[in-house]
């Protein structure tokens, strides 16, 4: 079974440009989230949707960062505009909700560097 | 809301040793308890979970233990091995929360030969 799904692996802009980040869950899976990862502050959840609706995005970290689910395997994760304090490793997750709670499952990851 | 804590923050053992890393979580109504592996530069892996009605599981070198009553729940490594070298992080899961995962800090385990 293919698992959750991330492009690009790697990310590498200069501060002000957009970075859009996408991501695929598992067929089936109604849970999505976003994590963002670094040294300083561990992982950290960002935003998560069920059912492709947003239900907490009190991680979302400004308003420079916004997450949409137009369906059920797409979501994406947009900075703009992008700052080197955004310099981070994200991470999306799916999960079931059938026999709840289930685990997540998290794809490879976009190593992101804003310059 | 939920809380989890874990301990310690870095352990080091011998190869071959065990190793036990501990988690308290603050909600009663957490029903489920999974343990994620990340090795240098890769995704979280989940490894082993546990849900409020087992005490215990376990899976060949690994085990979970649950006490709903203290409220924590450890992993144990037996037998380590170098390709054990990584960070485990604990989680907690409640309905309450919405079935989002509350994570633990992180613990770096390192296996010394």
């Known amino acids: 079974d293919a698992g959750v799904i991330q492009s690009p692996r790697h990310e590498v802009t200069e501060m002000g440009q957009e970075v859009t980040l996408r991501c695929k869950p598992i067929s089936g899976h109604d849970y999505l989230f976003w994590y963002r990862q670094t040294m300083m502050r561990g992982l950290e959840l960002l935003i998560y949707?069920?059912?492709?609706?947003?239900?907490?995005d009190s991680g979302m970290p400004e308003d420079r960062f916004s997450a949409k689910m137009p369906n059920a395997s797409f979501s994406t994760l947009k900075i703009q505009p992008s700052e080197p304090r955004d310099s981070a490793v994200y991470f999306c997750?799916?999960?079931?909700?059938?026999?709840?709670?289930?685990?997540?499952?998290f794809g490879d990851g976009t190593r992101l560097s804003i310059l | 809301g939920e809380n989890v804590e874990q301990h310690p923050s870095t352990l080091s053992v011998q190869e071959g040793d065990s190793a036990v890393i501990k988690c308290t979580y603050s909600d009663s109504a957490s029903n489920y308890f999974p343990w994620y592996k990340q090795e240098l530069g890769k995704r979280p892996q989940l490894i082993i979970d546990i849900r409020s009605n087992v005490g215990e599981k376990k899976d060949q070198r690994i085990a979970v233990t649950l006490n709903k009553t203290a409220k924590h729940f450890s992993l144990h490594i037996t037998e380590t091995q170098p390709e054990d070298s990584a960070v485990y992080f604990c989680?907690?899961?409640?309905?309450?929360?919405?079935?989002?995962?509350?994570w633990g800090a992180g613990t770096k385990l390192i296996i010394k030969p």
């Open positions: 997750a799916s999960s079931s909700s059938e026999g709840i709670p289930q685990p997540q499952h």
């Open positions: 989680a907690a899961v409640a309905k309450e929360s919405n079935y989002q995962l509350i």
């Open positions: 949707f069920n059912n492709n609706v947003p239900i907490d």
